[in-house]
């Protein structure tokens, strides 16, 4: 174990929260958090509604503020530095799948999960024909409801925890620990939010993933800033690595 890190956060302000959110989408005036595409994006999602319909609508739209247009830095270099588990892995809520190309190899099937048809559609377009495209698939199904053959070896989170209602954590928790094999590793990268109003993203914290989390038996085995974030996203990024050390597992 490297060092776990408090579960505080920088306090910084609401403009340059959502200006990282938008990084790719072009942050700007215009809305409550500065940015016009969260804006809109919380637009889709004001009024209650079913959630997977926001999500449908904001892929049909293009309001994918959170789009990098290509794998996070830091999953690269995980893949690079060999730690990662190989077997399965699974990407819930993967978008373009993304990282979910950069995780597959010969020695590491991914799965990218999306509730969204529009996004999985997007994302075998743009992969189908890449080089190690026999070592992921993309399938559309809800997170909560999905039931896979197997579980998996790796489950890594972006931006999906904080995208989703806080009521629904939990239930977040849950799934991962029942997705989860016994030794297998949930790599969360946390997109820290502390200032918004509603969602999504919704606020959150190191300890909210704590507080799910560590009921169900996970440690945090490396928690510590993403010295990678893209720009707009240094100082709100922690790399979570976490391993189930209790005994309890998840009930559902
Ligand atoms: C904020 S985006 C993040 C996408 C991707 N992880 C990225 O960083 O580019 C959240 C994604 O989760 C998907 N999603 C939301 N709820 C889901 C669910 N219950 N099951 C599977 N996917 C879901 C949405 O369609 C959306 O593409």
Known sequence: MRHVLPAGRAVVSRGARAAAMGSSAGAGAGDPGGNPTVGRLRE????????ADGWEKSWETGVTPWDLGKPTPIIEHLVKSGTLPKGRALVPGCGMGYDVVALASPERFVVGLEISNIAAEKAKQWSSSLPNADWFSF???DFFKWRPSEPFDLIFDYTFFCALDPSMRLAWAE????????????ITLIYLISDQEGGPPYNNTVADYQNVLEPLGFKAVWMEDNELAIKPRKGFEKLGRWKRCGRRQSSL
Do not use: H, Q
């Open 44 to 51: 889709i999602f004001r009024g209650g509604g079913d959630a």
């Open 139 to 141: 399938l559309i199904a």
């Open 175 to 186: 799934t991962v620990s029942r997705l989860l094999k016994p030794d297998g590793e949930l």
